[in-house]
């Protein structure tokens, strides 16, 4: 089944074995994080933050404006 989702995945360069994930909307949240388990199982998905434009995701930090 296809959902149309955007998304944007990148490989966290901070930690290891976490890729991080931008989507549009909330219900594409809901949307890929139903894939996600359903194709890999024992993940944990974690909401870091909400409505940040233009996100560089692999160096949160640049985005989360923390140093």
């Known amino acids: 089944m296809r959902?149309?989702?955007?998304?944007?995945?990148?490989?966290?360069?901070?930690?290891?074995?976490?890729?991080?994930?931008a989507v549009i909307s909330e219900t594409d949240v809901e949307k890929?994080?139903?894939f996600v388990y359903?194709?890999?199982g024992n993940v944990k998905i974690e909401n870091i933050a909400r409505a940040i434009k233009n996100p560089?995701?692999?160096k949160w930090k640049v985005n989360d404006g923390r140093d």
């Open 32 to 34: 890929l994080a139903d």
């Open 3 to 21: 959902n149309n989702i955007d998304v944007l995945p990148e490989n966290a360069v901070d930690k290891e074995n976490v890729v991080r994930f």
């Open 56 to 58: 560089v995701l692999s």
């Open 38 to 40: 359903e194709q890999f």
